[in-house]
């Protein structure tokens, strides 16, 4: 396939492109950023003689840019993700992207009748949370015996994130796009509450979580996440919701920088260290259904042979093997879709897998009834 990486200068997209360098499936690769010196720079170094780069804005003449490409993964800000919908429409290819939030992924599902009569994919979240996230709590459906479906009555499925850098440089150092973490905890996380979406408070904390080696228990907030906004359509969800785990350091920087200036931010943002390549990432599916619960865990290491992190790694591998199992045909659905209606486990599990991620499935103790999470989320 012909594929096109808009915001290739980013924090995630060099390990996007430096997957599908090493794909069969990928015939070519163009890198599309609004900095071309820096979609050159990753061109030169993570993309295999396959990557050509060009500059572009998301909101002025994407379409003309797209001509020839038959899928866009779009690593750029979650705020232009309906630009660069339009524009996918407008040119006739297929588009990923890494998440939308909450509000945001709602609008994008509205296009899904455009995408489906013109016979695309609009994948919308298939980052690792969401993304790998959403189809974890697909296998966990399996292990309870439950098919998605609309009228389905899922006790629970909480998911819960976690990163930490082994290595970590000196300076402040952020996971991801610091204005996208700032908008996590500053806007007021959702949960689904009795089969329907209720606001926390930003930055509420959660329960102290386990994950395992090598975060090990770790304390966690709420935080807004598209997951909950198709979890209750997908599972019929009584409960349900997201917990982001931080380190300490990270955690207080977001705190001082809520409510800040544009220009401090942009400061802040430019001062930062880039994560180590010794990052690790961990995500967890935790679901219940019929007084039996399971959980599914993911945990992505380093990936040496890149020079990449795993926090790195975790987020910009499910969207490249999307890539590889749509030209295989194994993604058929057409649409504005959610990685749960169209991403198969198995098929998903095994791409992954072969990138270094390590998954751990089972049963585990029911979590706390409905009214104690009710009465925990009051308490926060």
């Excluded at 030169?44 to 899928?71: C, F, N, P, S, T």
């Excluded at 976690?162 to 000196?170: I, K």
């Excluded at 994950?211 to 907030?221: S, V």
């Excluded at 931080?246 to 880039?274: N, Q, T």
């Amino acid at each position: 396939m012909k594929v096109a990486i808009l915001g290739a200068g980013g924090t995630i997209a060099p390990a996007i492109v430096r997957d599908l360098a090493d794909s069969e499936e990928a015939e070519s690769l163009l890198l599309l950023d609004i900095d071309l010196d820096r979609a050159e720079a990753v061109a030169g170094a993570q993309g295999g003689g396959k990557a050509e780069a060009r500059e572009a804005d998301a909101r002025a003449g994407l379409a003309a840019q797209l001509e020839g490409i038959e899928v866009l993964i779009n690593s750029a800000a979650y705020r232009i993700n309906l630009d660069a919908m339009r524009a996918c429409l407008d040119a006739g290819c297929h588009y990923i992207d890494l998440g939308g939030l909450y509000h945001v992924a709602g609008e994008q599902l509205e296009l899904s009748p455009e995408f489906e009569d013109a016979g695309l994919l609009a994948l919308l979240g298939m980052g690792s949370s969401p993304g790998k996230t959403n189809v974890m709590a697909v296998r966990a459906m399996r292990e309870l015996g439950v098919a998605i479906d609309d009228s389905l009555h899922t006790d629970y499925v909480h998911v819960a994130a976690g990163g930490r850098d082994l290595d970590p440089p000196e300076g402040l150092s952020f996971p991801y796009a610091l204005r996208t973490l700032l908008d996590e905890v500053t806007m007021a996380p959702i949960a689904i509450v009795d089969h329907e979406p209720v606001e926390l408070r930003p930055l509420q904390p959660g329960p102290v979580t386990d994950f395992g080696k090598p975060i090990g228990e770790a304390e966690t907030i709420y935080t807004l996440h598209s997951e909950m906004r198709t979890f209750g359509d997908s599972f019929g969800c009584h409960n349900g919701s997201f917990r982001l785990s931080l380190p300490p350091r990270v955690l207080e920087a977001l705190r001082e920088l809520v409510g800040a200036s544009e220009e401090r931010i942009e400061e802040v943002a430019r001062s930062a260290s880039s994560p180590s390549p010794e990052t690790v990432s961990v995500h967890m599916i935790e679901a219940g259904a019929g007084g039996r619960a399971v959980r599914v865990r993911s945990v992505t290491p380093p990936r040496e042979a890149w020079g990449l992190g795993g926090g790195i790694v975790s987020t910009a591998s499910p969207a490249a093997a999307a890539v590889r199992l749509l030209a295989r045909g194994r993604i058929e659905a057409r649409g504005a879709l959610p990685p749960e209606r169209c991403v198969d486990p198995d098929d998903l599990f095994a791409e992954l897998e072969s990138r270094g991620v390590r998954f751990d499935v089972g049963e585990t103790a029911p979590t706390k009834g409905a009214d104690d999470f009710v009465a925990e989320l009051a308490a926060g």
